[in-house]
């Protein structure tokens, strides 16, 4: 009889608590495994209060191993914590998986509680683990898995990355995970995420999707389809998110895509997580008007940059017209509200590159009335990627150990940057703030008629004028918003992360 596989999705700090989307990196991975007979549980601590006593009852039944899924950042922390645990309660094997042990995968193996890493994609690796636990065979050849043998640690080959077409399974297995107790907090809608590709075929510097040697590898139009109508079929969702790292690669496989949903009428609201500005740049208005009939709502789009100067350093290969060019575009489109992602802190980056950033978001805001600023984050040197590099060129000390590599905070990721003096920090701090509140976005989404959103969308009316006044003239003193959204993701992480 084969035994269980655990697998664990970790609290991620005060990011987890207003949108709790399905952990698809978890159901992605395990579904070779499923379709092959192993039995697999998924425990999900964001949704679970009491994940500690049901990691404990599976504990009790001997499985084959615990995977713990860990991103770079707050997550480890609790990774780590839930690592300890097993470790504190049985002999079972800790596995761990996702982005931080990707790009670290030796660094991560290092650690006391863990006894394996799975690097890249996870579909086979998961599965041939699985076969050689059951069959008594050494992880010895297994591409993508390292591991512990006698206190030695022993470095497999990389796997490349999986092609989603070959998988037997065509429907990754959501049942292994309670759809109903995954929600985005003041939203009406239930939303549901899906993958229709992997990988992406761009070389940024910041990202750390090419320092994984991914490749964009696009589902079948075909298969695509069986995936979205299952999904409507058994779940309903009126919100779909399409997940993938970069969707509209290809324009014809997208354009093919629209007509099947058309085609069928299926009736849902559709949100897209990668969207790039150079790809819609080759998309006409005949898509866009058909991306409206089909219930398109969300395009976010990484725009990262006003100035050209660094879009150039960061190798996005756009430029700042083609953003201009396309929000123009799309504001002849009302229904699609683009959303862009920007970010700043990067080696380099004067105030004047900072003012080129802000003043095309105020350009964004004025030309299209539906556009929206999804983020202004602050700069993170993720391992692996160019700027990692360069960052430790600049004096940036990059963690040594898995605990240290807890403390990077796309929040406060400037603290730790030294070409970031206190003054241009406070600017950040105030620049990440008020893009939170200079368009409609609180108002869009935040649609709950709960007593503190209905507050919550009161307040940021009346703050957007001052938010749009502090953008544009980079305005920093007296940050006591600033002060006020730290005390509010503190009180969010103690009582709901």
Known sequence: MKRDLILVYPKIGVYGTIIIDLPLALIHASRLAYAKGYSIKIIDCRIDDNWEDTLLECLKGNPYAVMVSAMTGKPIQYALEVSKFVKDNSNVLVVWGGIHPTLLPMQTLEHPLIDAVVQGDGEITLYEMLEALEHGKSFHGIAGLHFKEN???????????????????????????????????????????????????????????????????????????????????????????????????????????????????????????GTRVDELTRADHKLFSLMEDIGVRELHIGAESGSQRILDYIKKGIKVQNTIDVNRKLAKHPKIRPSYNFFTGVPGETEHDLYLTTSLVMRLLRENPYAQISSMTEFAPYPGTELYDIAIKHGYQPPKTLQEWADLDPGTAAKKCPWINQNRKQLMDMLYFTALFVDRKIEWHFLSNRPHFFLFRNMSKVYRPVARFRMKHHISAMPVEVHLKNLFYKYLEKNYA
């Open 151 to 273: 206190g030695k640690l022993i470095q497999n080959p990389k796997r490349p990355p999986t092609d989603l077409n070959s998988l037997p399974e065509e429907i990754p297995p959501y049942d292994l995970v309670d759809m109903k107790k995954y929600r985005r907090q003041g939203f009406n809608e239930t939303s549901f995420s899906i993958l229709t590709s992997s990988g992406c075929p761009h070389k940024c510097t910041f990202c750390h999707v090419p320092a994984t040697d991914s490749k964009w590898i696009p589902e079948d139009v075909g298969r695509t389809m069986r995936h979205i109508r299952y999904v409507m079929d058994k779940y309903h969702p009126d919100y779909l998110y399409i997940n993938d790292n970069d969707f509209f690669v290809n324009l014809k496989r997208a354009e093919a895509l629209f007509e099947e949903i058309k085609k069928e009428k299926i009736d849902v609201v559709v949100g897209f997580r």
